[in-house]
Each structure stands twice: as C-alpha cells, then as structure tokens.
C-alpha cells in the first residue's frame, strides 16, 4: 500500500509540474482593439466613426470586416482643399489588383529605385511601422482622416513612427525591395475596414491625381470576399436601401492663433482639447515654444 501511495504522489507531481510548463492556449483579447500605448491620446484616431477607437499596431487586417455595415456602403469623401491627396511615388504601374499567381494581389505595384521617397496619400495617422520579412518587409500603415487606410510595403527604411501625425506629402520612407520582392517597388493598397479594393477605382495612375472626388464603397468593391447574403440583383438593390451609407466627411481642422500670455494649458482648457493632442497635431513638445501669431492647429 505504501509504494502505491508513492507511486501515486510521484505521478501527481511531475503531472503538476508538466501542466506548469505547458503554455496556457487561453488568450485575453480584451486589448486587441482598444488603445494600447499609456500615451497615446485617444482623440486623435481617425475616423472613429468607421472604426471606433480600435487602434491595433500589429494586424492589418483590424478591426475585421463588417458584412452587414459594407452592404450598406460608406460614402466616403477623399479629400478638399483643406486635407489633399497626394500621390505616393510618380512611377509606372508594374502589377495591378486583381488574381496573380493563384492568389489574389491586393494592391498595386509601382516601380522606383531604392531610396526614392514615398509620400503620405492623405493626412491621417501611423496605424502599423513593422517589418515583416516573409511578406511586406518594412512596411507602415496609416488611416486617414477620410475613413480610408493606406498600406506602403518593401521600403527600404521607415522614418515615421507608430501614433505619429502625417499630412499628405510628408515623406513617409524610401523605396526598397524588401521582404517577399523580386526588385525594388512599391505595394501599394487602400483598405478600409481591414479589406483591400482596387486603388485604380479612386486614383488616376497615369496622372497621379484622384479619379473622383467621393466614393460609395461598398461590399462589391471586394471580389475576394464572397457575399452570401445576396442572390440577385433586387436583393442587391434592397440591401443597399435597407440602411443608409454611412457618411464619412472630412474633419475640418480648426486654428488658434497664438497671442501674448498663451499657454498650452490655457488652449487646452478653451478648446477643451488634451495638451497631448496640440502637441501631437503640431508635431511640438510641451516646452516648446509658442511664438506669438501662430497658428496652432486644435483639431
């Protein structure tokens, strides 16, 4: 009796100390959409009227796409004279979107040398500055004030960072052929909600310049996703009018001029707008200066 008891304690220890060493398959994704930098200042996520405050850093494809809210569409508009477009590199088109390969090519590839500089499209926001060498290399990933996503891959360096606040223009990296690259260009997509459509239904090519000035996006505008909940064309036209688009404009960005006796606390307070969110948008610290008749931007 006595050795079955220690055989028994034996057994139930190294059993204890097994499941100890086994990772634990229970994953909390209570954090995967929200915001996850103690510093980052919430008010400056784009479009929270498509997305919320998700704000993922790692995942391209988040938050996930929305069935229901793409077949009602979003009507989006793309940019004014406020918040412009500007085209990313003025090279030619070497791929196009669509079936490549026995796989679908979600962007559009433009050719470049190395190190040529490749622009923000439109104002907006660093979602995702990573590298990933099986797939995009260094790529960045940034959403725009207009509801959109923009994704920039194989660059040769990255000189923006994750939470950081970029007009159209600004140069975002350099061109490369890193990652899965058989020569140095640029893989470029527009996404929204996590999905990938076609640049060219937005965006001249040829004169590097938008196409059109809005777009109705909708669950057509994404080949690759099948969508079971249609089978004809008049049940396409009711789901559609079931609920309205979801219209997506433009912020329109607000000034304050500096005058004598300002001070970031007090613009703060006026406009009710965070410290964090001035310094953010004006690309400042706190101690830096405020030169009386400047324009600070507030939203």
């Not at 100390?17 to 980052?40: C, E, G, K």
């Not at 085209?87 to 791929?95: A, C, L, M, R």
Request: hydrophobic letters at 35%; glycine letters at 8%; charged letters at 25%.
């Amino acid at each position: 009796m006595k050795r079955k008891l220690e055989k028994y304690w034996k057994f139930s220890i190294a059993f204890l100390a097994m499941t100890l060493a086994l990772p634990s398959f229970s994953q909390d994704t209570s954090s995967t959409y929200r915001i996850q930098y103690p510093d980052f200042d919430e008010d400056i996520v784009p479009a929270q009227i498509i997305y919320g405050n998700s704000w993922d850093p790692e995942h391209v494809d988040s938050p996930s796409y929305n069935a229901e809210y793409m077949s009602w569409g979003f009507l989006i508009m793309l940019a004014d004279s406020n918040s412009p477009y500007c085209h990313p590199i003025k090279g030619k088109v070497t791929s196009k979107y669509g079936w490549r390969k026995s796989r679908w090519h979600k962007g559009i590839d433009i050719s470049l040398d190395i190190g040529d500089p490749v622009c923000a499209a439109f104002d907006g926001v660093v979602r995702i500055q990573r590298y990933n060498a099986g797939g995009f290399g260094n790529y960045i990933v940034i959403r725009h004030e207009n509801g959109l996503e923009t994704l920039y891959a194989h660059l040769s360096e990255a000189i923006v960072e994750r939470n950081q606040i970029v007009s159209a223009g600004d140069t975002i990296g350099f061109g490369g052929s890193t990652g899965r690259s058989t020569g140095p260009h640029l893989h470029f997509e527009i996404r929204i909600m996590g999905q990938a459509f076609d640049p060219a239904r937005v965006i001249d090519f040829t004169s590097y310049k938008l196409a059109v000035k809005q777009a109705y996006i909708n669950h057509t505008w994404f080949p690759y996703i099948k969508y079971k909940g249609l089978k004809s064309s008049d049940e396409e036209y009711s789901a559609k009018t079931k609920g309205k688009p979801i219209v997506v404009n433009i912020p329109q960005k607000k000034y304050h001029k500096v005058k004598k006796g300002d001070t970031l606390y007090a613009i703060s307070k006026k406009y009710n707008v965070p410290v964090n969110s001035i310094c953010k948008l004006n690309k400042m610290t706190r101690n830096s200066p405020l030169p009386i008749g400047k324009n600070l931007r507030i939203k």
